[in-house]
Nanobody, 125 residues
Framework: QVQLVESGGGSVQAGGSLRLSCTASGRTFSSMGWFRQAPGKEREFVAGIRWSNDNTLYADSVKGRFTIARDNAKNTVYLQMNSLKPEDTAVYYC????????????????????WGQGTQVTVSS
């Protein structure tokens, strides 16, 4: 049985930082990623990581500010978010993909099989 549990969301002021965590239980995955959905907007890709080789992929909007990392021993993926902006406000979802894919495919939400319940991130100006 697969379960993804996110934590680390909260409220910060613009320019602040948050670190999100997602721990997977039940199995391991080929890739894990973070998506977000703001009110009135579609869910969008934020960052992803391939478990086998640590390759990463980022949305242009977060490059240079967000960092995704993994801890194999804990089966956990992290999203370190720095220099947060109000437009980063959203519910952030952790997702896992069972199948190996080329790196750019990690950004396609349709490829993900399992999803966490989400954690709210609010950035105020």
């Amino acid at each position: 049985q697969v379960q993804l549990v996110e934590s680390g969301g909260g409220s910060v002021q613009a320019g602040g930082s948050l670190r999100l965590s997602c721990t997977a239980s039940g199995r391991t995955f080929s890739s894990m990623g973070w998506f977000r959905q703001a009110p009135g907007k579609e869910r969008e890709f934020v960052a992803g990581i391939r478990w086998s080789n640590d390759n990463t992929l980022y949305a242009d909007s977060v490059k240079g500010r967000f960092t995704i990392a993994r801890d194999n021993a804990k089966n956990t993926v992290y999203l370190q978010m720095n220099s947060l902006k109000p437009e980063d406000t959203a519910v952030y979802y952790c997702a896992a993909d069972s199948n190996w894919r080329v790196l750019y495919q990690i950004g396609r939400q349709s490829n993900y099989d399992f999803w966490g319940q989400g954690t709210q991130v609010t950035v105020s100006s």
